[in-house]
């Protein structure tokens, strides 16, 4: 069963009733999340930052798993042991470039599939789409990535950061006739249990070429 959480980002200012809502989902006391950075951070400073946001969340214990410059094979079997993932921010492209170079796509699939936790982040949430196209909007494809298959585990795509993006509206309204579209604001999310999906916050829906506002929380 989906255990889903894609976010525009992650703040103190997110609603209460989302941050309420993913305790909910942390079935473990002792939930070990493993964080899956976009790029190398070598210095750890957004890691630390997450761990900060998530501790409040009541997830103490991490495992900082890098795809990129510091990819160590040997921690992924600690990588499938956790309770649960975190995809962050970033460039969405290189994110997946770096996720298909470590052949991690199937392997991440079949854990959310098997109810393993998987929290999303701007690109991270954008990741769980079939596929990343609609992060040409707002990310520079700087790694000429063509192959553009992500996660597949949803059946729209998620557009995120929209209280800054909303003149893409024209762009995203020809675009929606191909696939439904999500936005989402920051301090807003996105929950998926199973075949439910909940919204926290004003989640739009773009489809068909036209956009339907949204409210607040629904299941």
């Not at 975190?86 to 298909?100: A, I, M, R």
């Not at 040409?136 to 929209?162: C, G, K, R, T």
């Amino acid at each position: 069963m989906l255990n889903l959480v894609l976010l525009s980002d992650f703040s103190k200012k997110n609603n209460l009733q989302l941050e309420e809502r993913i305790k909910e989902l942390i079935l473990v006391k002792s939930f070990k999340l493993g964080y899956i950075p976009s790029q190398s951070d070598k210095e750890k400073k957004y890691f630390t930052a997450a761990k900060e946001y998530f501790r409040s969340l009541d997830i103490n214990e991490f495992l900082y798993f890098d795809v990129d410059e510091e990819y160590d094979e040997s921690l992924l079997g600690e990588l499938e042991s956790c309770d649960g993932l975190y995809l962050s921010g970033g460039n969405t492209f290189y994110f997946l470039k770096n996720l298909q170079k470590r052949n991690l796509l199937g392997k991440l699939n079949e854990m959310a599939i098997n109810g393993k936790l998987l929290i999303g982040v701007s690109a991270g949430a954008i990741l769980m789409s079939k596929t990343i196209k609609i992060a040409s909007y707002i990310d520079e494809n700087f790694v000429h990535l063509e192959q553009l298959n992500a996660l597949n585990l949803i059946e729209f795509e998620f557009m995120p950061h929209w209280q800054t993006q909303k003149q893409r509206l024209p762009e995203l309204l020809a675009y929606s006739k191909q696939k439904t579209i999500n936005t989402c604001n920051d301090g807003d999310g996105i929950v998926i249990h199973g075949d439910h999906i909940e919204f926290y916050g004003k989640i739009n829906e773009i489809r068909n070429g036209k956009i339907i506002e949204g409210g607040s929380h629904h299941a």
